[in-house]
């Protein structure tokens, strides 16, 4: 995982979105647009690791570090606060006011690809990017876990959009040579 990449995704979010996001939304929005940079030019953005959840794919370590509260976190966010969203428990994610960042870890296409993402999806509450998510048209890659966490290999994303299995396999080889 890059965490000035992750941190830099989940700055912009987070800032497009008035300052707060829960944090179910942000990694819907962070898979969404690491998927597509991964589609597109053959590189995810944050180069995190996936699982698959009850209510959709997360990038792992990202939500590790959010989770934790690490210092990097903590850096730019206020401290997660526990809440209700239409009947399910969620994180608030709040930036801190004088956080800012540049931007400058992401590339001119990944900013691009948080740009369309965000167009496609930012109007959505919680539950309609999870429900977003869990669509087999959509998210072809996500399967119902039953409460626990599944790996979601790199390959697996990449064959569920139409690459050919050897492709699939020489694209995750590659970008795991340089993880």
């Known amino acids: 995982m890059d965490i000035e990449k992750s941190l830099d995704v989940m700055h912009y979010f987070v800032k497009r979105l008035g300052n707060k996001v829960t944090d179910v939304k942000l990694m819907k929005l962070m898979y969404f647009s690491d998927r597509k940079a991964l589609l597109e030019t053959g590189f995810p953005i944050t180069d995190d690791s996936y699982c698959i959840m009850n209510r959709g794919p997360i990038l792992s370590s990202t939500l590790e570090h959010l989770n934790s509260y690490s210092d990097e976190i903590a850096s730019l966010f206020e401290r997660p606060t526990l809440m ?3 009947g399910y428990p969620v994180k608030e994610i709040r930036l801190k006011e004088l956080a800012d960042r540049s931007y400058e870890h992401l590339a001119e296409i990944e900013l691009s690809i948080l740009d369309s993402i965000f ?14 998510a869990h669509s087999d048209i959509v998210c072809p890659e ?8 599944i790996p979601l290999p790199i390959e697996n994303i990449l064959m569920h959009h139409g690459v050919e ?5 020489e694209i995750a080889q590659e970008i795991n040579y340089y993880r």
Do not use: C, Y
């Open 165 to 169: 299995k050897n492709e699939a396999k």
């Open 142 to 149: 996500w399967r119902f876990p039953h409460g626990t966490s």
């Open 84 to 86: 209700q969203d239409e």
């Open 119 to 132: 167009d496609e999806l930012s109007f959505m509450t919680t539950n309609e990017i999870v429900k977003h």
